[in-house]
């Protein structure tokens, strides 16, 4: 039986989140039916739920802005696409249900051999990380990065990316027991928030300060950041975590010529034309193919168990969390 997350209020994801099911309907011109193969849980996707994301569809709403399909049914007008096409969920549509009625013509087939579950990942982080290293700063190899909330997913992609691109990163964490998995994939080093650490970045980084700073935890962290970058050095915020208001030190404003600027992976995508938003995935998709850059799973849980998968979305861990019929 087709199945389904929907929500008639906002509110804790706890309360207001429930699984039915439902009758599929009769396809129409130019219409596929698409069967889930994995959706991704967004700390976005919370804010949707609970009313306080920058954008909030219109209620009853289905959640999840990411998640893949195979295309199991075309209407008879349907020429571009054919049953068995992986294809992402129109972020529209809510990715948390297992059947899925597109229009066609809104549809891209993903690339021949990509996996599923990292297809999945792939439309939200990723490409926010790619824009993050390029938009900002003109890195050259040998650069230095500092970030927080590192073990996130844009924070895994940054390190990556940076190995691959021949730049350094400091990764600051905000719990013990992370160092060993993010060097493995490739950070430089590896450190827990506090208000101590930016007294030791230059025996780490051999007297270079980072040109660029990512935050998107706020409050004291990114003070903290702040402190260790180079004049004229850009911090970019493009979350906030914790919930606390960003607050600058007012010298390093004045003394270092630190530019504070903020990103909205949203905003990029409703203000560039379809073919730019293309070749970005397009790069993205290359990265995970020809690259070797990957995103952990944490765990897999069905629609119907949504609210276990929301408990472990809540813990520290360091993969992601997907959904599945």
């Known amino acids: 039986m087709p199945e389904r997350i929907v929500y008639a209020e906002h509110g804790k994801p706890s309360e207001v989140l429930k699984h039915e099911s439902f009758d599929l309907p009769e396809l129409r011109e130019g219409e596929v039916m698409i069967e889930l193969c994995f959706a991704n849980i ?17 209620l009853p709403a289905i ?27 129109p972020a529209a549509s809510g990715a948390w249900q297992s059947h899925i009625v597109a229009d066609a013509s809104e549809l891209w087939v993903l690339p021949e051999g990509i996996d599923a579950q990292q297809a999945a990942m792939l439309f939200v982080n ?12 003109d890195l050259q190899p ?26 350094h990163t400091l990764n600051v964490v905000r719990r013990e027991g992370l160092e060993e998995e993010l060097k493995n994939l490739g950070a430089d080093h590896v450190i827990v928030d506090g208000p101590d650490y930016p007294k030791s970045i230059r025996a780490l980084t051999g007297g270079a300060k980072p040109r660029l700073a990512l935050n998107s ?46 990103f909205w992976m949203d905003k990029w995508m409703r203000t560039h034309q379809e073919q730019e938003i293309r070749a970005l995935y397009e790069r993205v998709f290359d990265a995970v193919l020809h690259s070797g850059i990957t995103t952990p799973v944490e765990a897999v849980y069905s629609l119907c168990d949504v609210q276990s998968a929301l408990l472990a979305f809540q813990k520290p861990r360091l993969g992601k969390i997907l959904l599945q019929p």
């Open 142 to 167: 040998g650069d230095w990065i500092i970030q927080n909330a590192a073990n996130s997913q844009v924070g895994l992609w940054v390190i990556q990316l940076a190995k691959a691109r021949g730049l």
């Open 63 to 89: 959640p999840g802005r990411e998640g893949v399909g195979r295309i199991s049914s075309v209407h008879a007008s349907v020429k571009h696409v054919k049953p068995g096409d992986l294809v992402r969920i």
């Open 217 to 262: 935890v706020g409050g004291e962290s990114v003070i903290q950041m702040i402190k260790t970058l180079a004049d004229g050095g850009v911090c970019v915020t493009f979350g906030g975590m914790v919930g606390d208001p960003v607050r600058f030190p007012t010298r390093f404003l004045i003394f270092n010529d630190i530019q504070l600027r903020g």
């Open 42 to 58: 967004n700390p976005s996707d919370m804010g949707m739920i609970g009313g306080s994301y920058g954008t909030l569809p219109e």
């Open 126 to 137: 990723p490409p926010t990380a790619l824009m993050l290293l390029e938009q900002f700063v």
